[in-house]
């Protein structure tokens, strides 16, 4: 009998053999074998096996008459991920794995869970929200609706949820969770009876496969400890290393150099026992391995480490090695967060005849039975926040934070406690954690709108801006801190490196892309080069960012809030300069920050007192005082979390009046002096920060008080930042076009007057720069600054009257 | 005692044998009398006996799973032995029997463990001179260490050769009777060069470099929660050195290509995960003490507990002792009082809590104008060294910045940290000397590199690099910034050297303060600044009044002259300047005190400021 070949290092799955003569060498009654023992057609199924006490019950009228398409006719996949089951059972029981659960295997009776398997197919779960089961009809039985999907499909897995097995049958499940080496061949089987008998004509690759996850022994890494050995386990954690391709062989092939008999030997926990003598011709040493004849399966080393979220302060993290078997080798990649569901093992290191000693230390790792990426969504979905669980209570304490009427301010307050004051910039923070509602219209050609709060402060050095951002970014799980002085343009967005050790070309992800969906806090912002800064353009407005670089072309991801502080370049501020001219920021990137604060010294006495006192109560207040003060960080964190999970708020039509008559309001403001107060771009602010603010309250409607709030705060950093200091309104063309109205008038006057100046000399096509000035200061009677005078004759060459060329200035018409 | 107790399983014995020696260890003197592996080199030590080691935890490996208890059975006699495997590296069985499945799996952790980084040479000096004074005139009978030696040839045989020549040198104390007549028998401290060579090769990821001295392997059987990464301890354990641990090693790496099971560790991380047990000893725990500092002069157990007599005797003192390391440091630092003054808050310094994100407590010192001759920063090093327990210099040359691995780094082949030289551990003096930058380039290292001191300094705290992420380690560092102009590092605190030397007798005078104190001075000095920066601090209501008053008023007169964060030092500079007159409240006296060194120091820098300005 012919099996296929099978290369070692091959993609193949490692075994197939020909089912053909199976059919006729079993008969009908011990066919459930093929589920437990391994099909080896040229060795007959020996007593042993059919005598064991594993063997199951047979039910066997099930499948009574069932054609070649049936369970006997579909080869089983071996399964090495549960290891020794595919070797007789009972040799489990004499040679127990040193765990020492060795009574176990009797206890299972097998038969009996087998029977109990199969009324888990009508099992209805209509509260399922996960994504695997879109299509599927919820009023319906899941299972059923899954085994419908592989018989169409064609691809032989069928996953199975370990919630729903506990919800069925508490037993089994415990029985699943403590021996799973034993209980999912059972499940297998059963499936597979189900399966053919459901769908007689249905021709599968291989047997079903089932994969349990999401088993409630779910832990972090650090929790693993000796009594898990050999129990099923589900763990987080992040893959670091993934090993090359290992082809382990399952079965050895030999073959007889003096008489050609060949002969299969199987592996028996990584040891080939090598036959002494030839069967056939009973010549001693003759029989030699033919590798290309031989099973191999493939085997992949993963190693995973604990993801940061659930590591203690102060530890490094774990790591533990986890074996991926047949079709689930290559299927993570380094960096990917994953969900494992496996067995856990313990090997102890082998114990060498040539050694008295032996190390008393185990080796441990997963086999993995079920993998889940928990990031997966992310890379195609829209609203990713992480699904993190929380527990009912949590929910209940969250919803009652939220029922209570000053919540905005409580939380406000909760938000960088050792700060002081500044209640509008931290509101302002606060929303920019909640962020709007992500719309889409992608159908009408205006793609995805910025759901994301940008927020810039700028003050004075000392004004503790960057405590505000290191709260901010150790607050939020996806934060990135960047400082403009240390990151470049390649640091921002992304760069192609070429890995060490593939030596492919990978993108390597800046602060922007890593921040996707969280805050990128930048210190120093006016202290980032012009082309760093360029890139934020995009960033900030449209949420994607475009590479071009080494052959790769792609655009990334990247809504992110963008939370900044910026010095102003006098190190001083001068409240007689605008905003612009304070910071010496370009306009167009100051007009896609929603809300921008000035954090100045409000100099009164009043708030020294409080300052002084905050401030020293800081130093001698003992930790526990604080506590009881404030929300502490963790609540804060989850409550921002849910509600940027849970919580979609739309528009309601009040609101929506109540936004419309706001952004007239502003626009009427500016028209009354000739001057445009209000853009587009403004409402959209409004927008996002009046649904962030129904976040804050858990409601799933944008009403009148979230409007107004958003209005208020609105103002209130208009009114620092866009303020004009000539004139002491509030004039939105600061930030949209860098300059005043009033200025721009006044640099109009300027360059009038100057024009004045020169006329009034008379025919003269070249002047001195600097008795030019003189004139102009004689004449005028506001002072004139060299820079306005500087300004004025700028204007003038722009008008083609003259031309500067060094230190004169020459006449053109 | 464990003999007796080890066939008996499930007896508590571990439990036992701890509390016993944790009542031991409490006696009187009773840690002298075990030997340190600070101190006394490896190959001097008994394998299996009991020493101590104060060190600094590296790094944290994997969990790992041995046997708790196993049956052995002999083959020829079919007799089982139940035994244990605590506190033991490998099984004790002859070479033909075989283990009974009856195991019982225990979890115990590993932990990477190097002598303190930065620790002064006086620290190890007076420490191990504390073990010389309690041991005994030798009294060692050689025919009994003889006999065991000869015992332990038994299950250990190939690496023997070097201990027994060098065997009439040594004596150890037995474990088995570390009461009996206590005696740590150590012998003259001629460190081997041939091991110091032989570790070379082998990477011991001492945090910083050029450091020696052993590194081991630490095993945990309780409580590993606890420990901290960076923590100092000092343990108490069992030495293991058994050459059959590298043997295993050895032999695994050369078998790994045949067996698929060992493929799941690199060489490489063989290599690191068990090294030679001649290099790297393994200590299984039985007992550790967090140290709150390591200055050998304090009694070990803190301040709060039972010593009140010696802080009492030492507060009473401390006016006194700073007077002189005032004027001492005024004569390091060229006559100038003001910046000796500072100097002095800034090495009492402590981050004792943390409010959010904020450390509070840190003090880091600019020390501008350090004259650029005859190696001043250098010599000031080499004093400050004398009196903290452990410091480290870093010359913020070009190279420097951009080449050395100043974050501790995950690697991932070898599946361990790579330590940089910012894993310091806690009051370390990391002194930063700017006067060595030139002009010149950084590159990506040197920007993260600066980037890296920029935050320890603002938030004492270090991002160490898991490549796929970072992860944030809170540090308690004092730093202290010695350069010409002002740092290009934050600092809390800048103070502009006033140097009273005309600089021609610059020269001269810098070779005289090299000149060291007496040595009672400078144990004096070195006590009290350990004890001033662990005292407890509290501002009492009424002085907390007076400090806001203070404040409104000197805001009213002037807003410019005073910020919050001015407001943040002056607190500082208050808490240290009591702290440093073992005043354990703020008085008001201390509070104008602070305020006027604060002025002193405001108007230095304004002169300062238009000397600069006036300089193109």
Redesign the interface.
């Given at each position: 009998m012919s099996s296929p070949l099978s290369t070692p290092g091959g993609r193949k799955r490692g075994r197939t053999t020909n089912p053909s003569t199976r059919e006729f060498t079993c008969p009908p009654s011990t066919w459930p074998q093929v589920g437990v023992s391994r099909l080896v057609p040229t060795v007959p199924p020996n007593e042993v096996d059919m005598s064991s006490p594993l063997m199951y019950g047979t039910p066997s009228s099930r499948v009574e008459g069932t054609p070649r398409s049936g369970v006997r006719g579909t080869p089983a996949r071996q399964r090495p991920d549960l290891g020794s089951v595919s070797k007789a059972p009972q040799v489990d029981l004499q040679s127990e794995p040193p765990s020492a659960d060795g009574a176990v295997a009797s206890e299972a009776n097998a038969g009996q869970r087998h029977r109990k398997i199969f009324p888990l197919s009508l099992f209805i779960d209509p509260s399922s929200s996960e994504d695997e089961n879109t299509g599927l009809d919820l009023n319906e039985p899941l299972y059923m609706q899954k085994l419908e999907e592989i018989s169409v499909v064609g691809d032989p897995v069928l996953n199975v949820n370990c919630l729903h097995v506990q919800s069925f049958d508490a037993e089994l499940y415990r029985q699943l969770i403590c021996y799973p080496q034993e209980v999912i061949p059972t499940f297998d089987m059963a499936v597979n009876e189900l399966f053919f008998e459901r769908f007689p004509d249905s021709i599968l690759e291989y047997q079903i496969q089932v994969r349990p996850y999401n088993a409630l022994k779910t832990r972090n890494m650090r929790n693993l400890n000796p009594e898990d050995i050999d129990q099923l386990i589900t763990i987080s954690g992040m893959v670091i290393r993934t090993s090359q391709l290992i082809p382990e062989m399952q079965e050895a092939f030999f073959q007889c150099q003096v008489c050609a008999f060949s002969t299969r030997v199987e592996v028996d926990r990584g040891r080939i026992a090598e036959p002494a003598v030839c069967r056939h011709c009973n010549t001693t040493h003759s029989l030699a391995l033919v590798h290309n004849r031989s099973l191999f399966s493939d085997k992949q080393m993963i190693k995973i480490q604990e993801s940061p979220d659930d590591m203690p302060a102060g530890q490094t993290p774990h790591t533990t090695v986890v074996y991926a078997h047949n079709d689930l080798v290559d299927k993570v990649q380094p960096g990917d967060r994953i969900n494992i569901t496996g067995v856990y093992r313990a090997v102890p290191m082998r114990a060498n005849p040539r050694q008295s000693n032996v190390k008393s230390v185990y080796k441990t790792h997963i086999d993995v039975i079920h993998f889940r990426k928990t990031d997966e969504k992310r890379l195609h979905g829209l609203d990713d926040a992480e699904q993190k669980l929380f527990t009912e209570e949590r929910v209940q304490t969250l919803k009652e934070l939220a029922a209570k009427p000053d919540v905005y301010e409580r939380l406000a307050s909760a938000l960088a406690p050792s700060i002081y004051e500044h209640e509008d910039i931290k509101k302002g923070i606060l929303l920019q954690l909640f962020g709007g509602t992500r719309k889409d219209f992608s159908q009408t050609g205006r793609g995805n709108f910025r759901a994301d709060v940008n927020i810039l402060l700028c003050g004075d050095p000392g004004t503790s801006k960057s405590q505000l951002l290191q709260y901010v970014f150790n607050l939020v799980p996806r934060g990135q801190y960047t400082s403009g002085k240390g990151s470049s343009a390649v640091g921002l967005t992304a760069y192609v490196m070429k890995d060490p050790e593939t030596r492919q070309l990978v993108l390597q992800t800046g602060a922007l892309v890593l921040s996707d969906n969280g805050i990128c806090c930048i210190d120093e912002f006016d202290k980032m080069s012009d082309s760093t800064r360029s890139v934020l353009h995009e960033v900030m407005e449209q949420q994607t960012l475009s590479i071009a670089k080494a052959g790769i072309i792609c655009q990334l991801n990247a809504r992110t809030s963008v939370l900044a502080a910026a010095n102003p370049i006098e190190s001083q501020w001068n409240p007689k300069k605008t905003t612009i001219e304070n910071i010496q920021l370009p306009h167009t990137l100051l007009s896609r920050f929603d809300l921008i604060f000035l954090m100045l010294d409000p100099q009164d006495e009043a708030y020294d007192r409080r300052l002084a006192h905050h401030l020293v109560s800081l130093y001698y207040q003992s930790e526990e005082q604080l506590e009881e003060e404030f929300l502490d960080m963790a609540m804060l964190r989850d409550y921002i979390a849910y509600a940027r999970t849970y919580i979609n708020p739309k528009l309601s039509e009040e609101a929506s009046q109540a936004l419309i008559e706001a952004y007239v309001d502003m626009r009427k403001i500016g028209s009354g002096r000739g001057m445009v107060s209000a853009y587009p771009r403004q409402l959209e602010s409004l927008i996002r920060l009046a649904e962030a603010h129904s976040k804050v309250r858990f409601s799933e409607k944008v009403e009148t008080i979230d409007v107004e709030e958003a209005k208020r705060l609105h103002r209130e950093a208009l009114k620092q930042s866009a303020t004009d200091p000539r004139t002491g309104f509030v004039d939105i063309s600061i930030l949209t076009t860098g300059m005043s109205a009033t200025a721009r008038k006044r640099r109009e006057e300027v360059a009038q007057a100057l024009k004045k100046v020169i006329q009034a000399k008379g025919k003269t096509p070249a002047m001195k720069y600097h008795t030019l000035l003189e004139d102009l200061r004689r004449q005028s009677e506001t002072a004139i600054t060299k820079e306005m005078f500087d300004e004025a004759l700028r204007a003038l060459s722009d008008e083609d009257y003259l031309t500067v060329t060094g230190k004169t200035v020459r006449l053109l018409a | 005692m464990f003999a007796a107790s080890q066939n008996t399983p499930n007896s508590g014995w571990a439990a036992k044998a701890v509390a016993f020696f944790k009542d031991r260890l409490k006696e009187k003197d009773a840690h002298t009398w075990v030997p340190s592996l600070n101190d006394v080199p490896l190959h001097y030590l008994k394998p299996n006996s009991l020493v101590k080691f104060r060190c600094f935890i590296q790094?944290?490996f994997?969990?790992?799973?041995?046997?708790g208890t196993?049956e052995a059975v002999d083959p020829s006699t079919k007799a089982k032995v139940l035994r244990c495997?605590k506190y033991?590296?490998?099984?004790?069985?002859?070479?033909s029997t075989t283990?009974e499945?009856?195991?019982?799996?225990?979890?115990r952790h590993t932990f990477y463990c190097v002598p303190i980084p930065g620790e002064s040479p006086w620290v190890k000096e007076i420490s191990s001179s504390g073990q010389a004074r309690v041991v005994p005139s030798t009294s060692y009978a050689p025919t009994r260490q003889k006999r065991s030696y000869e015992e332990d040839d038994d299950?250990m045989d190939t690496d023997t050769q070097p201990q027994k020549q060098r065997e009439p040198h040594t004596g150890m104390s037995e474990l088995s009777e570390p009461h009996g007549n206590g005696d740590c028998k150590r012998r003259e401290k001629e460190a081997p060069s041939s091991q110091a060579a032989s570790a070379s090769h082998l990477d011991l990821n001492f945090p910083l470099p050029g450091e020696k001295g052993p590194s081991c392997l630490l095993k945990v059987y309780e409580e590993w929660?606890g420990?901290?990464?960076?923590?100092a301890v000092e343990v108490f354990g069992i030495l293991s050195v058994?050459p059959?641990?590298s043997?295993?090693a050895d032999?695994?790496a050369s078998s790994s290509l045949l067996?698929?099971?060992g493929?799941?560790e690199t060489a490489e991380e063989q290599r690191v995960h068990s090294p030679p047990a001649s290099l790297v000893p393994r200590l299984h725990m039985l007992h550790a003490k967090p140290l709150p500092h390591n200055n050998p002069l304090l009694p070990a157990a803190g301040l709060e507990d039972n010593n009140s007599a010696f802080l009492s005797s030492t507060l009473r003192e401390m006016a006194a002792v700073r007077a002189e390391l005032l004027a001492y440091f005024t004569h390091v630092l060229l006559g100038d009082a003001l910046a000796a003054e500072y100097l002095i808050l800034h090495l009492v310094s402590n981050v004792y809590?943390r409010?959010?994100?904020?450390p509070?407590g840190k003090f880091t010192l600019n020390l501008s104008g350090c004259p650029a001759v005859a190696s001043f920063t250098e010599r000031f090093y080499q004093i400050i060294q004398q009196l903290v327990p452990s410091s480290y210099y870093l010359g913020m040359t070009l190279q420097n910045m951009n080449q050395m691995r100043l974050v501790p780094k995950?690697d991932?082949?070898a599946?361990r940290?790579l330590s940089g030289a910012l894993q310091l551990a806690t009051n370390t003096s990391l002194f930063l000397d700017e006067s060595q930058l030139e002009q010149g380039q950084l590159d990506t290292t040197g920007?993260?590199n600066?980037?890296a001191l920029?935050n320890l300094i603002?938030?004492q705290k270090v991002d160490y690099d898991?490549?796929?992420?970072q992860?944030?380690?809170?540090c308690n560092i004092n730093v202290l910034i010695a350069s010409e102009g002002r740092s290009l590092l934050p600092s809390d605190c800048q103070i502009h050297l006033q140097s009273q030397v005309a600089p021609p007798d610059l020269e001269a005078y810098l070779g005289g303060i090299q000149v060291h104190p007496q040595a009672s001075q400078l144990n004096k000095f070195r006590m009290y600044l350990s004890v001033a920066r662990q005292l407890d601090y509290?501002?009492a209501d009424e002085v907390?009044k007076s400090?806001?008053d203070d404040?409104?008023d000197m805001?009213?007169d002037d807003?410019q002259s005073i910020?919050?964060?001015d407001?943040?030092r002056m607190?500082?500079v208050a808490?240290l300047l009591s702290l440093s007159l073992g005043q354990t409240s703020l008085s008001r006296d201390s509070w104008l005190r602070a305020k006027h060194v604060e002025m002193l120091r405001r108007s230095r820098m304004e002169q300062n400021k238009c000397v600069n300005g006036n300089e193109p």
């Open positions: - | 790094d944290m994997d969990p790992e799973f041995y046997m196993y495997g033991k590296d490998v099984t004790e069985c002859g070479v283990l499945p009856s195991t019982m799996t225990a979890e299950d929660d420990f901290k990464l960076n923590e058994s059959a641990l043997a295993l032999e695994d067996d698929p099971a493929g799941m809590t409010r959010d994100v904020l509070l995950k991932y082949v599946n940290l920007v993260r600066v980037t920029g603002s938030w898991f490549s796929y992420h992860m944030e380690f809170p509290s501002i907390t400090v806001e404040f409104v805001r009213k807003p910020s919050a964060e407001l943040h607190l500082v808490r």
